[in-house]
């Protein structure tokens, strides 16, 4: 039986990238990707605890967020792709819609739709989701 031991618990689930490597997050601030026996192929680290599960947009880009306010955009190996600034801790994972619009809910009682492209193309807000002004 392989192990791996973080700087602090893990909270949230572990996924598989497409890369065959297993991403998750710990409250050590930092973001893990693992090889499938285990070994540590990379960490990724924050500027917060990461409570939060990763999502997997349809190219692979690896979605998780973390309680220093950013919702992390990472490739399949755990190199920064693009940072969001979600204007609170994120605890909860971020969802993926069928469009590979990301979801992202904050502490500070945000919800944030954000299309990602290689780039952040928009961040539609709760308001203007509800009364039709942006998606």
């Known amino acids: 039986m392989n192990r791996?031991?973080?700087g602090g618990r893990i909270h949230g689930s572990p996924i598989e990238t497409s890369s065959r490597m297993i991403v998750f997050g710990s409250l050590d601030?930092?973001?893990y990707f693992l090889r499938l026996g285990g070994e540590l192929y990379s960490s990724f680290e924050t500027g917060g605890a990461v409570?939060?599960?990763?999502?997997?947009?349809?190219?692979?880009t690896v979605v998780i967020g973390s309680f220093d306010w950013g919702l992390y955009f990472l490739t399949d190996t755990g190199e920064l792709l693009a940072k969001f600034n979600a204007g609170g801790k994120i605890f909860?994972?971020?969802a993926?819609?069928?469009d590979d619009t990301v979801v992202c809910a904050t502490t500070k009682g945000h919800i944030h739709f954000i299309r990602f492209h290689g780039i952040i193309h928009e961040?539609?807000?709760a308001h203007q989701a509800q009364t039709g002004t942006g998606l």
């Open 4 to 6: 791996f031991h973080t």
């Open 29 to 31: 601030n930092n973001v």
């Open 92 to 94: 909860s994972s971020p």
């Open 123 to 125: 961040n539609i807000s």
């Open 51 to 60: 409570v939060s599960s990763p999502a997997l947009l349809s190219d692979g």
């Open 96 to 98: 993926v819609l069928s």
